[in-house]
C-alpha cells in the first residue's frame, strides 16, 4: 500500500520526531512510504483568520503536491480535517480545482483513523508502561467524525493505564490564532484542561494534534509541571528494548 | 366575527423576496417530510405499555398519580380533595363532571363553578380557590401531560390560579405523545375548523430553575398537581 | 433595554468577567448540568430511536420555512387577522415600538405585565412603554429579578439571571421590594408568587414573546415552565404579542418536532410544563381571556441574513444548547459579549442584527472547536459561520491589523513557496536561538511574546525531517 506522509509544518518545524515515529509506524505495517516534496502548510492559519485568498495559495500548493498520491497520512485530525475543507474554499464555478479539491479531500485520513480503518490494524506491538489520559482533539472528533481509532490503538499498547480525561471533549485553548488573540480566553481554557488531566494523576498527556500539544505542553512546562506531553505516533512507535525499530534521534517531550 | 388590522405587511414581505432573490411566493405545497422520527416513538405500543409510561413519567414531572375504577371516582375524588386541604374547589362548566356522577361529591365542599353571569367573580373565586378540578381532552403518556381543549365555560384560570390542580384523566384520552395530539388539532385545521383560542399541554407543577439553578416547584401556577386516572371503559 | 449590554470595549468586559469568580463557577456548574440534562433526554434517550433524525428533521422544517418566509408570514396574518388579532408588520425596533405605544395609549391603559421574550430586549420595549409613562412588570422569575436588581442585564438565552447568586437576589429584593425572609430559593420564589399574583390580575395589557407562531392556523405557541406566560396570556384584556419574524412554523404537524427539539435540548425535559397554543378569540363573554390581540412581527436586521451564506441562523429555536457546550462562554459568561445574545449564536447573530463595528470581535472570540455545530438542534453550522465572519471582516468589513493582513500575505506566500519554506526551516532556529533555553523559549520576540506571555515555546528544530527522510529510505533501501 502506497502512503504519502503528510507530516504538518508544526511537526516540520518544531517536532520531527513525531513524523519520524509515523513514518517508522507505517513501514512496519508493510506501507510503501513517499513524501511528496511540495509539502508546506494545510493553510490554517490563515483560513480559519478569515483569510481565505492566502489560505488558498496554501490549499493549492497541497493539492498539485500530493497529487499522485493514493492515500496521504497525517498525524494531525486539524490539518486532514483542513484538506476535508479545501473543496468548499473554490467557487463552483471554478470547476478544475474544485475536483481536484475533492480527489485530495476522498484520500486524506488522520494517523489514526489510517491505522484503523483503513489497514484495519489495532495491536502495533507497542509498549509504553505509564499512567496516561487522553486529550481528544477537537477537529478530529468532530470534524473528522473520528471519536474511536485513538482508544482502540492505545487499548492494546502493552503497560500503558490510560485513564478517562474528565471533559476530555471541551477545547484545550489552542485554535489558532486564537491562542494569541484571545489569550487571556486561552488561558483559561488550558488551564482547566490542565486542571483536569492533573485530576487524573497521569504522568503522561497523550493527544493526536501537535497544535493542542503545543499549547497544553507550553503552559504546562511554563507552570513547572511535571505531566509529560507525548504524540501518540511517539507512543504507538515505542517497542520495547531489544524490539525492532525505533527512532533513534533525540526526542523531545517524550520519555520516561 | 369582525376581521383584524393587518399593516405594512406588502413592504415588509416583499423585503423577504427581494433577499432571497426572487417573487414572492403566492401558493406553496408543503413537501412530505423525509425525516418524521416522531412517528416512530412508541410506536404499537398497547394501552397497558402507554400506562406504565405515563405514571413513570408522572413521577419525573413531580405529580401523583392515583388509579381508580370508574365506581370508586367519586369516592376516591371526596378522599384526594382531603389529601390535599379541601375547598374551596373551583370547576369549570364541564358536562363529565355530570357524566361521572360528581356532582353531588363535589357540592359537599365550598366548590364554585364557573358561571358566566358572575364574570370577573369567577376569576376572583379561582384566584382563593385551594383546590381546580379538571377533565384531561387528550393525555401524553412519553410526558405525563394532560392536554386541555379550552372554551369560555371551561375556563384556562381553572388549571392555572388555584394552589392545587387536580385533573381527572379517563384513561381512553391516552395517548403515545404529543404528536399524536397535534394530528388531531392539524386535521381540525385542515378540515377548516376554528380551533380553540387556548389550548394548553400541562406536565405537573410549575417550576423553575432561574436561582442558581436550584429547582423549586410552584411558582406562578399551581404548586401541585396530582391526577386520577380513571378506568372509563 | 435594546440588544447590546455595556458600553466597555471587549477586552475589558472579558478581563471584568474573568475576576468574577461567583460567576466562573455558576457558568461551569451550569453547563456540566444543562450538558448532561440535553445528553439524558436526546442521545441517551433510547425512546426517542435516534437523535440525528430529530435533528435533521429539525434542519429540513426550518430550511424549509425560511426559504419560504414571505409565504408563511402572509397565511400566519391572513389567519390571525381572521380570527380577529391585529397584525403588524414591524421592519425596525423603532416601528414596533412605536405601535406598541399608541396601541396601549389609545386604550390609556399604564399596568404592563410581561412575559419573557429577547426580541423585546432586542429592541428595548421596556424603555419605551416606560416612556409613556407605563408601569412595566416583568413576570418571567429571572428577568423579575434582573429587573429588580437595577434593570440588570441578561447572561443566558434560557436562565437569564444565571450570573447571579441567591444572596445578591435576597439583598436586591430587600432592597427594593421589603422582602424579609431568607435567601432559600423556595422562599423567594415564594415571594415572586405573592408579589406577581397581585400584579398579574391587575394588568391591564400582557406582553408575550412568541417561541413558534402557526402559519396555518394563526396561532401562537408558548414554551414556559413558570405559568406566567399563560398569566400574561390569561388576565389582562389586552394581549400583545412580539415575535422575531422568523419564529414560525407551517402547521401543528411541525410545532410537535420543534417543540420537543426545543424543551429536549434547552433544559432536558420532554416538554416543558406549560406548552401553550394561543389563538385570537373575540367572544365577547369569554372571561378569562383577551379581548384584544395584537401580534407584532419584527424584522430588525433579520432580513440581511437572508439570501446569504447566513441565512441558517434564522434556523436557531433559541434552545442555547451551544451557549451550554461553548468552552469561551463557560469562562466568560453571558455579559462579557457585551450582547444580549451570547455564546456561539450571539457570536454569530448580533454582528448581523448589530454590525461589525459594535460585535466584530465576537466572531474572533472563538477557538472553532465545533462544538456549538455537534450540539445544535437544528444544525447550524455555527462554527463554520464564525469564519464566515471572520472572512467578511478581513475583506473590508472590519478593522483587521494591518500587521495581520501582511503577515497573513507573507503566509499565503511561504505556503505557495517550497524554497521559501525550506529558507524559513532552516533560518528561524538560528533567529530564535538567542530566545531558546533549554529547548524551548520564555520570551519571544515581537509577535511570539503574545504567546510566551503564558506559555512557553519549543525551540525550532534543527533536525532536517526531510534529510533523515532521504537518508532512512536510502538505507532502507540499501538493506534490502
Known sequence: MKVSLFVTCLSEMFYPHVAKDMTEVLERLNCEIEFPAGQICCGQPAFNSGYLQDAKKAAKQMIEAFEAAEYVVTPSGSCAAMFKEYPSMFEETDIIWRKKAEGLANKTYELCQFIVNVLGVEDLGASFPAKATYHTSCHMIRLLGETEAPFKLLSHVKGLELVPLPNNHDCCGFGGTFSVKMAPISEQMVDEKIKHVEETGAHVLIGSDNGCLMNIQGRITRQGKQVKVVHIAEILNHQEEGGILHANENRNGALL | ?233 | MPMKIGTEPFFERVDHSLHDDFMRQAMVSAQDSLRNRKLAATTEDESLLDWELWRNAGEEIRRHTLENLDYYLEQLSEHYAARGGHVFFASTAEEANQYIQETIQKKQAKRVVKAKSMVTEEIGLNEALEDIGCHVLESDLAEYILQIDDHDRPSHIVVPSLHKNKEQIRDAFKEKRGYSASEKPEELAAFARKDLREAFLKAEVGITGCNFAVADSGTIALVTNEGNANMVATLPDTLITVMGMERIVPSWEELDVLVTLLCRSAVGQKLTTYVTGLTPDLEADSIDSPKDYHLVIVDGGRSKALGTEFQSVLHCIRCAACVNVCPVYRHIGGQAYGSIYQGPIGAVLSPILGGYEEYGELPYASSLCAACTEACPVKIPLHELLIKHRQRYVAGGGHPKVSEKLSMKAFGMGASSPLLFKMAREVVPTMLAPFTQDDRIEQGPGPMKLWTKIRDFPAPSRTNFRKWFADHTQKMGDDL
Open chain 2, 1 to 233: 366575527m369582525t376581521r383584524g388590522m393587518i399593516q405594512h405587511r406588502e413592504p415588509f414581505l416583499n423585503t423577504i423576496a427581494e433577499r432571497l432573490g426572487r417573487d414572492r411566493r403566492q401558493s406553496l405545497h408543503k413537501p412530505s417530510w423525509q425525516y418524521q422520527p416522531q412517528l416512530e416513538v412508541y410506536k404499537g405500543h398497547s394501552q397497558e405499555n402507554l400506562l406504565t409510561i405515563f405514571i413513570e413519567a408522572c413521577e419525573s414531572v413531580h405529580t401523583e398519580v392515583r388509579e381508580i375504577v370508574t365506581m370508586d371516582l367519586a369516592r376516591r375524588l371526596n378522599e384526594t380533595i382531603e389529601d390535599y386541604g379541601g375547598g374551596p374547589i373551583v370547576i369549570g362548566k364541564d358536562q363529565r363532571f355530570v357524566d361521572f356522577k360528581l356532582m353531588e361529591t363535589l357540592q359537599a365542599f365550598e366548590v364554585h363553578q364557573w358561571d358566566l353571569q358572575l364574570r370577573q367573580e369567577n376569576i376572583e373565586k379561582a384566584a382563593e380557590a385551594n383546590i381546580g378540578i379538571s377533565f384531561s381532552d387528550i393525555s401524553l403518556a412519553e410526558s405525563g401531560t394532560t392536554v386541555f381543549l379550552h372554551n369560555k365555560e371551561k375556563a384556562r384560570a381553572i388549571s392555572l390560579l388555584p394552589r392545587c390542580s387536580i385533573v381527572i384523566i379517563p384513561k381512553s384520552t391516552l395517548v403515545p405523545r404529543i404528536t399524536q395530539a397535534v394530528q388531531e388539532i392539524d386535521q381540525r385545521v385542515k378540515a377548516g375548523e376554528e380551533i380553540e383560542a387556548y389550548i394548553n399541554m400541562i406536565s405537573g407543577p410549575s417550576n423553575s430553575a432561574d436561582i442558581e439553578m436550584n429547582l423549586v416547584i410552584g411558582v406562578h401556577g399551581p404548586v401541585k398537581v396530582v391526577y386520577l386516572l380513571v378506568n372509563d371503559r
